[in-house]
């Protein structure tokens, strides 16, 4: 049931489709400028991230990796509480409590204090310039889609009778399944495999590519498998999941590899092969919006839609699906919608991070999209294991990598992959947003120690390349006299 009742017939100069963190950012930097604002959100505020993305999965990794530094006590000269008992269920009731207390953020209280007026109930557009919710139509001058993602469902025989877990129904679990089996080995599937394991369910992760995580660089995802397989997963790659059955109050899945089926009987199985944009029954083409099923609401560089009145934002049009991207956009939408903007999409330098253990962070370019495009590249890498602080923390695994265009310090791109990744390649994407190259980098003191130092080794080896080749020079004018 709507809580506003709609103030004037006027049409509202912004309107918002969801109110997760895009529609919450564009809804608040509108009503800030001055604007009236209309937030329209069927389920719950705050979006997937908190309710069902990034809040709850950090909450249970930091407690899954607190498990593991127990088991590992030992590699750290100290004696762990033996026996370590997981509980599960204070686990999750602590991730709600977080969950919980972020919510406040975005309570409606605090959203209608902003002036904005929310309604609660799921958009459809009735025309170019209308959209109903609930029985109630609302007129826009401007409008933004932001209703993000939904789960891509696997379509496996017996699957939906055997029952599966989701990222929208596997935060609602109160004891620990003895044994999981995770479909999908992007950054949700590895992600939460890995934090189950760690609680102690015999985790088994099947994946159908030869790699994990495919968007990133082969070693990163090299290292991944092998830090999966050192906590005790079961990985099966190139492998896909060909049918479920149950027996006995178990779930018996059939996998092939390379021809091969085996089966595997587990409790639960958690689907995370990908997500597409939540588009369904907005009933864009009334609105005159273009879209397809897989890659969402079509945009152009300044988010309009086909439907000038119309923006998108976040996962419901983008390509890079993250929250500081959705909140990024949304800005720029609304800066372009209200204000006769020409801010662009393509401006933003856009890092993101897989939250396994070590992390995978990659911003900008990786090598073979420079190549792709003809760009001549150079990549300096610095092993984890050549930095101080990384062995005095026993986290060895990973490295830096920065690629730069060739005979420039231009940084094109990075990829780290180190216990802190998401926290280092922060530094790499402001020195691109700020136009630093390596050459900067290199006498930029860093606190000592710090695994970030990893980072300003990689500009000086890219100093000591030009250095090199300035002595190469000299000295072959010297002779050449
Ligand atoms: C398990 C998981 C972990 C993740 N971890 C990270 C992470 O660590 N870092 C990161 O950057 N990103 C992460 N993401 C991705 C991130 O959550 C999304 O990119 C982000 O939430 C997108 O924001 P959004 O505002 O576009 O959409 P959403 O957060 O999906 O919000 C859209 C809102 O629109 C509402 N809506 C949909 N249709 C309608 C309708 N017809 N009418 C009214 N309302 C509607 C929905 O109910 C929802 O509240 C993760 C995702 C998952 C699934």
């Known amino acids: 049931m709507n809580t506003h009742l ?60 607190l498990y593991a530094e127990m088991r590992d006590a030992q590699l750290y000269g100290a004696q762990a509480p033996a026996p370590v008992e997981v509980d599960f269920a204070r686990a999750m009731s602590r991730m709600r409590r977080i969950r919980a207390r972020l919510c406040r953020f975005n309570t409606k209280d605090r959203i209608t204090a902003d002036g904005i007026d929310l309604f609660f109930g799921k958009a459809r557009f009735s025309s170019e310039d209308t959209v109903d919710v609930d029985g109630t139509r609302l007129r826009f001058r401007k409008a933004l889609i932001a209703t993000g993602s939904r789960s891509l469902l696997p379509r496996i025989p017996g699957l939906d009778d055997a029952g599966f877990l989701t990222n929208e129904t596997v935060f609602d679990l109160t004891t620990l399944p003895k044994s999981l089996l995770v ?67 178990k779930k018996i ?45 079509q945009v152009d560089d300044f988010l309009r839609t086909t ?18 991207t959705a909140e990024a956009s949304a800005l720029i939408a609304v800066h372009n919608a209200l204000h006769r903007g020409r801010r662009r999409l393509s401006s933003l330098t856009i890092p993101w991070c897989t939250y396994t253990d070590p992390e995978i962070a990659h911003v900008g370019m990786y090598v073979r999209e420079a190549r792709e495009r003809g760009i001549p590249v150079k990549t300096f890498t610095v092993p984890m294991h050549d930095v101080v602080r990384a062995i005095v923390d026993g986290e060895e695994n990973g490295f830096v990598k920065i690629h730069v265009r060739e005979g420039t310090d231009t940084i094109l791109g990075a990829t780290v992959v180190a216990r802190h990744a998401g926290e280092m390649i922060n530094g790499l994407s402001l020195a691109m947003v700020a136009g630093i190259g390596l050459s900067t980098m290199a006498r930029v003191i860093h606190a000592y120690p710090t695994q970030a130092q990893a980072i300003k080794k990689a500009a000086q080896a890219y100093v000591k390349t030009r250095k090199s080749r300035w002595y190469e020079t000299i000295f072959r004018r010297w002779f050449d006299r």
């Open 183 to 249: 479909i999908g080995g992007g950054p949700v599937g590895c992600e939460l495999a890995q934090a189950f394991c760690r609680f102690g369910a015999r985790t088994i992760i099947v994946h159908a590519e030869p790699l994990f995580l495919p968007m990133e660089e082969r070693d990163a995802a090299q290292l991944l498998t092998q830090a999966l397989a050192h906590d005790g997963i079961e990985i099966h790659l190139n492998t896909r999941v060909v049918n479920v059955q149950t027996a006995g109050g």
């Open 307 to 324: 439907n000038p009145r119309i923006f998108a934002a976040g996962d419901a049009g983008l390509k890079h699906r993250f929250i500081d």
């Open 6 to 65: 709609v103030r004037s017939s006027e049409p509202y100069p912004l309107l918002i489709i969801g109110a997760g963190p895009a529609g919450l950012a564009a809804a608040h930097m509108a009503a800030r400028d001055g604007f009236r604002v209309a937030l329209i959100e069927a389920h719950l505020l705050g979006g997937l991230a908190l309710n069902y993305g990034s809040v709850p999965t950090q909450a249970l990794i930091r407690t899954s990796r």
């Open 253 to 297: 899945v059939e996998i092939v590899n390379d021809g091969n089926v085996a089966t595997i009987e587990v409790d639960e199985i958690l689907t995370g092969i990908g997500r597409v944009p939540a588009i369904l029954g907005l009933n864009l083409k009334a609105a005159g919006v273009a879209y397809q099923p897989d890659s969402g609401v």
